[in-house]
C-alpha cells in the first residue's frame, strides 16, 4: 500500500473534518440543536438523573470516563490515602506494643526502628510499593503486624490494578483511532446511474486498515405520528447502495458512500428547494476493529441541510503513478457542479424516471424537469 505520508498537504488538519475548501455557503437559519456534532460527539446533556448511585456500581467504566485530570486526581489521592491510613495503623501497633519507648537491647519491637509517626508513614510506603530501604523491617513478634502487612499489600495490588488499567484503556481508548477516520465536510446529491443518490466521501489516514467495516445512515428529525404525538429525534435508518449486499466495506483508499434516494428512503420527497427549508440532520456511523489493537472503533459525523450540495460530484483523488495507486487528499472534498434536476425523487419517478429527460448545463436542467413535468400533469388533466 502506498504510503501517505508526504501526500497530505501541510496546512491539512488531522480532524474528521477532512477539508476546509471553498464551498456554496447558504444563509444561515435559525434550527434546532446540532444532534451528533461534524467531530463526532454527541450534543445531549443527561439531566435530572436521580439514581446517581449506578454510576459507583460500575466504578471501573466511570473512572475510565472521566477526564485526565480528575483521573489523576483520583489515582494519587488512593495511595496517598492508603498509605496514611495503614502509616496510622502502624504507629498504633508500635504504640500498643510500647515500641515507641526506649528499651533494653533484648526487647523485640514488632516493627524496627518506628518512633513516631513519621516513620509510621515511611514504613507504610516501603511496604505497599516494596522498596524496602532496609532500615524498618517487620518482626514475628506481632501476629497482628503479619495480618496488617498481607492486608497492606493486598490492598496495593488491587489499587494498582485497578489504576493502571484504567490509565491504559484512558489511552488505547477506540476513539482515538477515529482521529484518523475522515468524513467530507459536506454531503451532495446528484444523479449516479439515472438515480437521484445522496453521498459523502469516507477516507482512512492510516496504513493500518479499518478490518470488517460498517458504515450506517440514520436521518434525524421531528415527525408527528397519526396519533398527533410530536416525535423530536425520530432516527430513520438509511439503506445504502452496495453491490455484495451488505454494509462492509474495504477502507483502503477514499471511498464515496452513495444512497439511493427510492420510494423506502426518507429523503424521497426532497426537492432543491425543500432542503433549504427542511430540518433534517443525517447522521453517518462507522464502524469496525483496528487491524494493529483488535479493539472495535467508531467514528461520526452528520451533515445538515444547510451542509448537504445539491446538484454536484465528488471529484476524483486516486490516481496512478509509477504502477503505484496515489491518493491526492488536497481533492478529498472539492466538488463540481453536474446537471441535476431540481424535483424531488418522487416527482422524477412519477414522471418517468431519467430517460424521460435530457439533462443540460447545471442551472439549466432543474427548471427543464420542472417545465416537463408541469407539461406532462397539465396534458394528464
Known amino acids: 500500500m502506498l504510503s501517505r505520508k508526504g501526500l497530505i498537504p501541510e496546512d491539512y488538519l488531522l480532524t474528521r473534518l477532512a477539508e476546509d475548501v471553498l464551498q456554496p455557503k447558504f444563509k444561515t437559519k435559525t434550527r434546532k440543536a446540532r444532534f451528533v456534532a461534524k467531530k463526532g460527539t454527541c450534543n445531549v446533556a443527561h439531566t435530572n438523573i436521580r439514581e446517581q448511585g449506578r454510576f459507583l456500581q460500575d466504578v471501573f467504566t466511570t473512572l475510565v470516563d472521566l477526564k485526565w ?97 484504567c490509565i491504559f484503556m484512558k489511552t488505547a481508548q477506540a476513539n482515538r483511532r477515529a482521529e484518523t477516520l475522515i468524513f467530507s465536510k459536506h454531503a451532495v446529491i446528484t444523479v449516479r446511474n439515472n438515480k437521484l443518490c445522496f453521498m459523502f466521501r469516507l477516507g482512512d489516514l492510516r496504513k493500518s486498515m479499518i478490518i470488517s467495516a460498517t ?11 397519526n396519533e398527533g404525538e410530536i416525535v ?18 474495504f477502507l483502503v483508499s477514499p471511498l464515496i458512500i452513495s444512497h439511493v434516494i427510492d420510494k423506502n428512503s426518507p429523503l424521497y420527497d426532497l426537492s432543491a428547494a425543500d432542503l433549504q427549508h427542511e430540518d433534517i440532520e443525517v447522521i453517518v456511523v462507522l464502524e469496525g476493529v483496528v487491524e494493529t489493537t483488535g479493539i472495535t472503533t467508531q467514528a461520526r459525523t452528520s451533515y445538515l441541510s444547510e451542509e448537504i450540495l445539491w446538484g454536484q460530484r465528488f471529484v476524483s483523488t486516486v490516481s496512478e503513478e509509477d504502477g503505484m495507486y496515489a491518493v491526492d487528499y488536497s481533492k478529498f472534498g472539492n466538488t463540481v457542479k453536474v446537471a441535476t434536476p431540481s424535483c424531488s425523487a418522487r416527482v422524477l419517478d412519477e414522471a418517468g424516471g431519467m430517460e424521460r429527460f435530457k439533462l443540460q448545463e ?19 388533466l
Open 69 to 165: 485530570l480528575h483521573t489523576l486526581l483520583i489515582f494519587t489521592m488512593s495511595f496517598l490515602c492508603s498509605w496514611l491510613l495503614f502509616g496510622m495503623i502502624w504507629w498504633l501497633i508500635a504504640f500498643a506494643h510500647g515500641d515507641l519507648d526506649a528499651k533494653g537491647e533484648d526487647f523485640v519491637p514488632c516493627v524496627t526502628d518506628i518512633h513516631s509517626f513519621s516513620s509510621a508513614f515511611l514504613f507504610s510506603i516501603e511496604v505497599q510499593v516494596t522498596i524496602g530501604f532496609g532500615g524498618r523491617m517487620i518482626t514475628e513478634e506481632c501476629v497482628s503486624a503479619i495480618v496488617i502487612l498481607i492486608l497492606q499489600n493486598i490492598v496495593g495490588l488491587v489499587i494498582n490494578a485497578i489504576m493502571l488499567g
Open 215 to 225: 458504515v450506517h445512515m440514520q436521518v434525524v428529525r421531528k415527525t408527528v405520528t
Open 232 to 249: 423530536p429525534l425520530d432516527q430513520i435508518d438509511i439503506q445504502m447502495d452496495n453491490p455484495v449486499g451488505t454494509n462492509s466495506i
Open 362 to 380: 447545471p442551472g439549466g436542467g432543474g427548471a427543464s424537469v420542472r417545465r416537463r413535468i408541469k407539461h406532462q400533469n397539465t396534458k394528464e
